[in-house]
């Protein structure tokens, strides 16, 4: 009896293990050693200066100077326009490259890029996000897999004129690793099933989100007639609905089972977390809210998701993020009595550093 005693305990561990490792939360990365050579023009050229951005790419200069971060640049032309354009203190037209060597486990991420203005993004040498554009604050997302460490990053950036923020961040998906050794037990052939896939159905377009929430920031569209197969699947909004995680094209995000229809068993493909279960403990970063009228307040960026309570009118709230859609603040992530929530953006007015608050 003790030797039967003695496997059921190893039995009950390892399923044990297993289960700690699938409830084990995604963390998001902004990695670590970067190095950052800034330019005083806004095309990678001219005279430039390196610095240590130990903290990862998480800056927000805002219409303020690249002296923020410890650069002494001036005179930085517009050489993508007009180089006699020129601003003297840098806080238009500089530009940026920031490398690192990254020791990021094996498997299947999701890159998360803020930019006000143009940014690009290589992995391993590969251009993986290539927004070499003017634009105001918007957000970007690939998935990337990784098979080998460490792993070589770079991302160059460029600022124009007004505000200038640029944040990189990545989290695994998919499922846990898989343990490495011998195994205990000869393992039962799995039988072979249905390909998992969704359609967009019912409507013409499908917005894909940075989250699995109707407030999360837009990334892109898919359209009905193209099969998508999901890595990944989150119920958390509430409201009876399933949101998968897909990639298409070079988008990747979260789209609503709404209006989907699909193919093969959903429970074949692993209950994931987001960036949103990590942010609720998130800094201040001297930005406020105040609502023009009584606001619902809110677990996650949704209509659908608990209630929290409500805001009154006219008060002031800590502002620690936010989602966007067409270049707007859509849903605004607060802190109220003691409580982090989320509240409906375009019914608040907002003061303090609004560049400095960091959008998901």
Same mark, same amino acid.
């Given at each position: 009896?003790k030797?039967f005693?003695?496997?059921?305990?190893?039995?009950?561990?390892?399923?044990?293990?297993l289960?700690?490792l699938?409830?084990?939360?995604?963390?998001a990365?902004?990695?670590?050693g970067?190095t950052?050579?800034f330019?005083? !023009?806004?095309n990678l050229?001219g005279t430039s200066?390196t #610095?240590?951005?130990?903290s990862g790419?998480?800056?927000?200069?805002?219409?303020g100077?690249?002296?923020q971060?410890? #650069?002494?640049?001036?005179?930085?032309?517009?050489?993508?326009?007009?180089?006699?354009?020129?601003?003297?203190?840098c !806080?238009?037209?500089?530009?940026?490259?920031?490398?690192s060597?990254?020791?990021?486990?094996p498997?299947? %991420?999701?890159?998360?890029v803020?930019?006000?203005?143009? =940014?690009?993004?290589?992995i391993?040498?590969?251009?993986?996000?290539?927004?070499w554009?003017?634009?105001p604050?918007?957000?970007d997302?690939?998935?990337?897999?990784?098979?080998?460490?460490?792993?070589n990053?770079t =991302?160059?950036?460029?600022?124009?004129t007004? *505000?200038? !923020?640029?944040? #990189?961040q990545?989290?695994?998906?998919?499922?846990?690793?898989?343990l =490495?050794?011998t195994p205990l037990?000869?393992?039962i052939p799995v039988?072979?099933?249905?390909?998992?896939?969704?359609? =967009?159905?019912g409507?013409?377009?499908l917005?894909?989100r940075?989250?699995?929430?109707?407030g999360?920031?837009?990334?892109?569209?898919?359209v009905p007639?193209?099969?998508?197969s999901p890595?990944?699947r989150?119920?958390?909004e509430g *409201?009876?609905?399933?949101?998968?995680y897909?990639?298409?094209?070079?988008?990747?995000?979260?789209?609503?089972g709404?209006?989907?229809?699909?193919?093969?068993?959903?429970?074949?493909?692993?209950?994931?977390g987001?960036?949103?279960?990590?942010?609720?403990?998130?800094?201040?970063v001297d930005?406020?809210?105040?609502p023009?009228?009584?606001?619902?307040f809110?677990?996650?960026?949704?209509?659908?998701?608990? !209630?929290?309570g409500?805001i009154?009118?006219?008060?002031?709230?800590?502002?620690?993020?936010?989602? #966007?859609?067409?270049?707007?603040?859509?849903w605004?992530?607060?802190?109220?009595?003691?409580?982090v929530?989320?509240? %409906?953006?375009?019914?608040?007015s907002?003061?303090?550093?609004?560049n400095?608050?960091?959008?998901?």
């Amino acid at each position: 009896m003790k030797r039967f005693r003695g496997v059921s305990l190893v039995v009950c561990g390892l399923a044990a293990l297993l289960a700690l490792l699938v409830a084990l939360p995604t963390r998001a990365d902004f990695g670590t050693g970067w190095t950052a050579t800034f330019f005083n !023009s806004n095309n990678l050229t001219g005279t430039s200066v390196t #610095v240590a951005a130990p903290s990862g790419i998480n800056f927000n200069w805002g219409t303020g100077s690249v002296a923020q971060s410890g #650069v002494s640049l001036t005179n930085c032309a517009d050489a993508q326009n007009n180089p006699s354009n020129i601003s003297a203190d840098c !806080s238009n037209f500089f530009s940026a490259r920031f490398t690192s060597t990254q020791a990021i486990a094996p498997g299947t %991420y999701n890159f998360i890029v803020s930019s006000d203005d143009g =940014v690009r993004v290589y992995i391993n040498g590969a251009l993986r996000l290539d927004k070499w554009v003017g634009r105001p604050l918007t957000t970007d997302t690939f998935t990337e897999t990784i098979t080998t460490t460490p792993v070589n990053i770079t =991302v160059e950036y460029f600022e124009n004129t007004e *505000g200038a !923020s640029l944040q #990189v961040q990545w989290f695994l998906q998919g499922a846990p690793g898989t343990l =490495v050794g011998t195994p205990l037990f000869t393992p039962i052939p799995v039988a072979t099933t249905v390909p998992f896939t969704v359609q =967009v159905e019912g409507v013409r377009g499908l917005s894909i989100r940075t989250g699995p929430y109707l407030g999360a920031s837009f990334v892109g569209a898919i359209v009905p007639g193209t099969p998508y197969s999901p890595t990944a699947r989150n119920t958390d909004e509430g *409201g009876g609905y399933t949101w998968y995680y897909i990639t298409a094209g070079d988008k990747s995000g979260w789209v609503s089972g709404r209006y989907l229809a699909i193919t093969g068993d959903p429970n074949s493909v692993p209950i994931q977390g987001t960036i949103f279960d990590q942010i609720d403990g998130a800094p201040a970063v001297d930005a406020y809210a105040s609502p023009r009228s009584v606001m619902n307040f809110r677990r996650r960026p949704s209509a659908r998701a608990a !209630s929290l309570g409500q805001i009154p009118w006219g008060a002031n709230v800590e502002l620690i993020g936010r989602t #966007v859609q067409g270049g707007n603040n859509f849903w605004l992530h607060v802190r109220y009595n003691g409580q982090v929530g989320w509240i %409906y953006a375009p019914f608040v007015s907002i003061s303090g550093n609004i560049n400095a608050v960091p959008i998901y």
